[in-house]
């Protein structure tokens, strides 16, 4: 199964973009790259994922590398709300999600 | 539509003693997911359902651990005895059919177990 690696932590000025990056040289051509954030003390939410295409939806945009081994989640004006630990994930065969530790974004004023 | 649904929120145990958990899924989500998350780790799966079959339970420590999902919905998972490093919050998850394809797993707010 694919595993992730993120940077452990990240700080980024509210109203700016938020990129966060992600590695993951051993996924296999039909794994998909999801993104999640968990916001403190709830259940991991649900951003975005993609196959092999960029994505944009209303809360961010996906870039997937031609050759799939690394994507970087955009997030176009971050706000203090988007404080938050963002996970990079490879969907395997029968929707398992394995989690790494994740990417803590600390939006400043 | 109604979320992922959980029960209690949280639980305060002895080591020892036994707990159990509960989830309602989304109506019309086959899969259903337990994860584990302790404190400072990303989230862990415990189990995973299809419909009321299990298909994959390689993590669950089942010498203290089991789950169940009668009837195919709602789903209870139980530690038996509890240790100390079992103190964690225990995440529900659900999802359409989760073969093969994009489909994103919807998580509850989670049960926070502390075990003194």
């Known amino acids: 199964d694919a595993k992730t690696t993120q940077p452990p932590s990240m700080d980024c000025a509210e109203g700016r973009a938020a990129n966060l990056p992600c590695n993951h040289s051993?996924?296999?051509?039909?794994?998909?790259v999801y993104w999640y954030r968990q916001i403190h003390s709830q259940g991991p939410q649900y951003i975005i994922h993609?196959?092999?295409n960029n994505e944009t939806n209303e809360m961010a945009s996906l870039i997937i590398t031609e050759d799939r081994k690394s994507s970087t989640l955009i997030l176009p004006h971050a706000t203090l709300r988007d404080t938050a630990v963002y996970y990079c994930?490879?969907?395997?065969?029968?929707?398992?999600?394995?989690f790494g530790s994740g990417t803590k974004l600390n939006v400043k004023p | 539509e109604a979320g992922v649904a959980q029960s209690p929120r949280y639980k305060i145990i002895e080591k020892r003693q036994s707990v159990a958990f509960w989830c309602n899924p989304i109506?019309?989500?086959?899969?259903l997911y337990w994860y584990q998350q302790i404190l400072g780790q990303g989230p862990k799966l415990l189990i995973q359902?299809?419909?009321?079959?299990?298909?994959?339970d390689s993590q669950l420590p089942k010498d203290r651990f089991s789950a169940e999902r009668l009837k195919g919905v709602d789903s209870t998972l139980k530690i038996q005895p509890a240790k100390l490093e079992d103190s964690a919050v225990y995440l529900c998850?659900?999802?359409?059919?989760?073969?093969?394809?994009?489909?994103?797993?919807?998580f509850g707010p989670g049960t926070r177990l502390t075990v003194t």
């Open positions: 998850a659900s999802s359409l059919v989760g073969w093969q394809g994009a489909y994103e797993q919807y």
């Open positions: 359902f299809q419909n009321n079959g299990v298909v994959d």
């Open positions: 051993t996924i296999s051509g039909n794994e998909y």
């Open positions: 994930i490879v969907k395997s065969n029968f929707n398992k999600f394995y």
């Open positions: 993609g196959l092999k």
């Open positions: 109506s019309g989500h086959a899969t």
